[in-house]
Nanobody
């Protein structure tokens, strides 16, 4: 069982930056592939970034490549999402999620992730 708690969301102007954090409970954090999803009103939940167990591999959605950076610190049981050059279309609730590593490393289907945080709101004003 893993419990995830996100923090770092807020209101920022277009072009600004935010850093999201996701703290995980438990001693087995390093066995999980971690993903950051977002969901805007009326839209499906989409994977924007993910990171492998060791941090050696990462995935980014095309819409955030070059602007967002995902990282993790297994000693602190924490995964981060650095978001730069934010755009109004980045406005959404952001969730971190975990799935045990195995098979294909990066899966975009949210149903494949076992554990979820409560979400943190990111609002980007124009």
């Amino acid at each position: 069982q893993v419990q995830l708690v996100e923090s770092g969301g807020g209101l920022v102007q277009a072009g600004g930056s935010l850093r999201l954090s996701c703290a995980a409970s438990g001693r087995t954090f390093s066995i999980y592939v971690m993903g950051w999803f977002r969901q805007a009103p009326g839209n499906e939940r989409e994977l924007v970034a993910a990171i492998s167990r060791t941090g050696g591999s990462t995935y980014y959605a095309d819409s955030v490549k070059g602007r967002f950076t995902v990282s993790r610190d297994n000693a602190k049981n924490t995964v981060y999402l650095q978001m730069n050059s934010l755009k109004p279309e980045d406005t959404a609730v952001y969730y971190c999620a975990a799935r045990p590593a195995g098979g294909v490393t990066f899966v975009t289907d949210s149903s494949e992730y076992n554990y979820w945080g409560q979400g943190t709101q990111v609002t980007v004003s124009s």
